[in-house]
């Protein structure tokens, strides 16, 4: 987010200057207009002339060279900015399947837990009946091997 952020300050500064740039070769292109429009052939007026189509031919290149960098960062915030929410798509995702899995693992430990209860009840009544033989309850093996 620290990146996007970034480009969308540098997308913001060549936008500034994109304008600040078109700004000038109006004015420029104005300025180039009247001295075109006023008769007379001044030597004066000719050399400013000259200069200002050079400067309006660079201006130009420079807005067109400008518009190709704004245009590829905008593309890299868009593709971060989708990256982001991918990103945060699969999370949730997962997320989620934890959660299920938690369930399950509770869910399978209440069953363990009334399995060693109905395992117990069984051994009193067989206990009262004279036989004593304890069986291993399966919440004990899921303890030794979870801890482990």
């Known amino acids: 987010e620290v990146q996007v952020d970034e ?5 913001a500064g060549m936008e500034k ?3 600040s740039l078109l ?16 008769e007379g052939d001044k030597l004066a007026e000719q050399d400013r002339s000259a200069q200002l189509e050079k400067e309006v031919a ?5 807005i067109h060279h400008l ?10 915030v868009r593709q971060m900015i989708e990256q982001l929410q991918n990103s945060k798509t699969v999370i949730q ?3 989620a399947v934890i959660q299920e899995l938690k369930e399950r693992w509770l869910h399978l430990l209440q069953n363990l837990e009334m399995h060693d209860r109905i395992e117990h009840l069984i051994e009193k009544q067989v206990s009262r009946g004279g036989h004593s033989t304890r069986v291993r309850s399966k919440s ?3 303890s030794r091997y979870a801890g482990s």
Do not use: F, T
């Not at 480009?7 to 997308?11: A, E, F």
């Not at 518009?67 to 890299?76: C, P």
């Open 93 to 95: 995702a997962k997320d």
């Open 140 to 142: 004990e093996y899921v």
């Open 58 to 62: 660079m201006l130009r290149e420079k």
């Open 23 to 38: 700004l000038k070769m109006k004015e420029g292109e104005a300025e180039l207009a009247r001295l075109r429009s006023v």
């Open 17 to 19: 200057e994109h304008r």
């Open 67 to 76: 518009d190709d960098m704004l245009k590829s960062q905008q593309r890299k």
């Open 7 to 11: 480009l969308q300050r540098l997308l």
